[in-house]
């Protein structure tokens, strides 16, 4: 029996070639689409999932409240983990890390130098290791008691050392001349870890000014906890709140708070970002979800289209099965046999698909990690999961209605088109598939101005033809900047050369509590830029009042921008001019004042500024260049570099480059909301053609008959098209809210942002009425030309 | 009116070639009733087709009221068609979504006849084929005589030169049969030309003339002394 239904299904297939084609086609590309991101979202949200404690891991985080808002930080003041170990007893670990980079050496055993690279290191407690069971090649957590040892992972260790049985007991040089002791070899981290643990060193080694101060905290310092078995988080509050009162006396401007952040949340959190500097917001991945469900229902529609259109053509088998004493349950099964066929052929189609777009995947989110279709059992649990799910959305309701024929009219070929699900159903389908492509041709044109308008506003500053070489900052290297400087700016095409810590516009900015022209501090805070007096002309920055800083060593005075002086309620830019700041210890009078740049990317507003010279400070070496001489120009600076800093390692990006990274999750959404929109355009329009295609046959003789009497192709070509546009029209109409809603929460995130003007959704309709005209009409004409007589001859 | 001179025609498929109309002369004039009959297949209801513009001949001449028809571009075979024939069809060919008043209507407006005179020819033909009460009906709550009579109004509405019928009688009982016969007749006297392919010698004995078909040819006229006596 299955056999014989098998050959039906096949011949049935084979017999619509068209309409099987289109099926095939239209859900095969949403699988293959559907693949592709469930590989994506399954790889992302199997970040950190591996330890044996994951549940009880926490990381204790730090917030100031302002009265302007919260400010967040994901490291702690240093002195607090050994202070909770202490106080709060429903911690079983606390492990402090410490993010640095250092230049490490290798010497061959003949004293000569075997390599020098410049590294991300962690200072790290061997209770961090307590906390995550990372898996130990050689030696052990405690090893990190101890001063002055290191642990490598696998590769770390070849790379250094040839293998990693080598490596133990070898010594690595840290910055030009602090001997480490390999004392254990760590298996390889995995890529899909927010802990790139790679060089660890024990935190003993580390030293820092600031080793005992509440009141300083970067985000480099982080904290890890892991809970006491049974204790929840949410009891943790009292305990916490009695160890800030211990610990804070409150007179700060901004109120101190630590908050718990489970591990599950590290990957996702913008808010707080992590050591591997790996972000996916959840609200992306439930997007991609989205979109995902989208295109299988649309795949799924065309599918209940083309079938329900077809059913007409099979009520015969239908009754003469019925006849034949065939039940109802029998023929559900068989007719859903065939879309689970039609299923797994798209499957098979798909994962081809999938596979040839994987390269694109991988280039456009950048990961350095190939997806495969086969590295997973939840893969295929997925796969299989899609084909039933398919088959059942698009098979079930086919059936029903394909089984549901009165065997008496079926068997005389009697079944109109009323009682084969109507045209009611499958209007209502067309309009939600439309819909759901009309929202997303909106939001792509929405997406690509704004990254348009993004790209195209004036930051306020020069970003064309500089080059950010990063300068290493110790009473070494120090002495010789001044040379570095000279001589970097003789190379021909080098224009202006600044030292500074940081671009105007940056990810890395320092917030400062600040007084102006008293002795109280201000209630919100400012960021302060250290940079020498050539910043001006390498990043062409204007002045609305006063002049630019002097040359200086150290901080004797500040330039301000405008935003600041708004924020202080200073009109005029030259009244600002010989007041005092006191910010950091150090009281200034203000020499100038910038016009505005954005020094944050454009999600955010403009910072109030404060710029002054600290040679302590300077770690960034801003090259501007002839935009014709960049080519000529940035291997002499390497050159020069290296000759001037010999013991150290030479790196250097664009400023241009820079800020196009600040944007990079909207070019990955973009380019998504590109390929997405046009393949479901895609599967909407094939869909449409085969609708239409089964409209036109269904319409035949009406079409002849109005010939006869008359119509004009024209006139026919114009009555098969209407009902479509009327279609069209209602799916803009149900589009045009939802659309809305979605562009407007997405333009919020950014603070400048193009006005929502009508033109999208006018574009949208526009695009979809055209689209669908153009693939109606393809075959509308050719039903309305048909001969007449052909038609009507044969009933 | 009709003047048909040597008319060709062969259908091809990809095996056979059929003649289906082998060298066909034939002459009606205005007002005239003209039964063609014929066994199945001699090529009756393709030259019905080609009278009615519907299908095109390979070779010959066929000119209705001194014009040439079938040197004429698609628009304007359509645009003549439209303009001076009606149609009716042993299966009547409604169209099941329209109404009856709207069916009738249909020819009217495809000839760009405004709205209010548009009513008054449908209601006035109504009228006359006895349908009133049914004007709000849909074509499968008519029997089949009924049915029939609509068709006949939708060809009759637009006030045509000429009506071709294809075997209006054939899915009616006698009775009905008979109806529609007689409407025709009726028609025919009121001066509308009818050209009407039959298998029915009762049907064609309400006819002025018999034209006999056979494989493609023309083999026998007879007029009906009865009915042709009126005429001359």
Redesign the interface.
Known sequence: MFKLNLKIALRNLWRNKGYTAINILGLSVGMACCLLIFLFIRYQTSFDNNFANASRIFRVVSTWEYPEGIFRSKGTPRPLPPAMREDIKEFEKVAAVQHSSAILKVNLPDGSEKLKVNRAIFFAEPELFEIFNFNWLKGNPSVLNTPNTVVLTDTVARTFFGSAEQAIGQSVIMNQGQPLRVAGVLANMQPNSSFPLNIVVSYKTYRDPNMQSWGSVTSASECYVLLKPGVHPASLQAPISRFLKKYYDGTAPGKEGHLLQPLADLHYNADYGNLAGQIMPRNELYGLAVIGIFLILTACINFVNMATAQAVGRSKEVGIRKVMGSRRKELIVQFLTETLAISVLSLLLACVLAEMALPGLNSLFRENLSFSLFSHPVIFVFMVGLVLLVSFLAGFYPALVISGFSPALAIKNKISQAASGGMGLRRVLVVVQFAITIVLIIGTIVILEQMRYVRNQPLGFDTQAVALVSVPNDSLSRPRFANLRDRITKIPGVTEVSLCDAPPSSMNNNQSSFSYNSTRDETFQINVKFADEHYQRAFGLKLAAGRFLARRDITAEYVVNETLLKKLNVREPADALGKYIVCQGVKAPIVGVVRDFNNMTLRETISPLLLCSRAASYELLAVKMEGKAIMQAMPQVEKTWNEVLPEYVYSSSFMDEQIANYYESERVTGTLFKVFAGVIMFISFIGLFGLISYVATQRT??L?????????TA?LVQLLNRSFIVMVCCANLVAWPLAYLFVTRWLSQFNYRIELTVWPFALAMLVSITVTLATVTLRSYRAAKT???DA??Y? | MITIENLQKVYKTEEIETTALNGINMHVAEGEFVSIMGPSGCGKSTLLNVMGLLDKPESGSYRFLDTELLTLRDRDRSAFRKKNMGFVFQNFNLIDELTVFENIELPLIYNKVNASERKKLVNEIIERMNIVNRNKHFPQQLSGGQQQRVAVARALVNRPKLVLADEPTGNLDSAHGNEVMELLCELNEQGTTIVMVTHSAHDASFSNRIVNLKDGHVISEKINKSRSAELI
């Open positions: 003789r009406e002849a008959i109005r010939k006869v009497l008359g119509a004009s006139e001969n007449a007589i009507l001859k009933e």
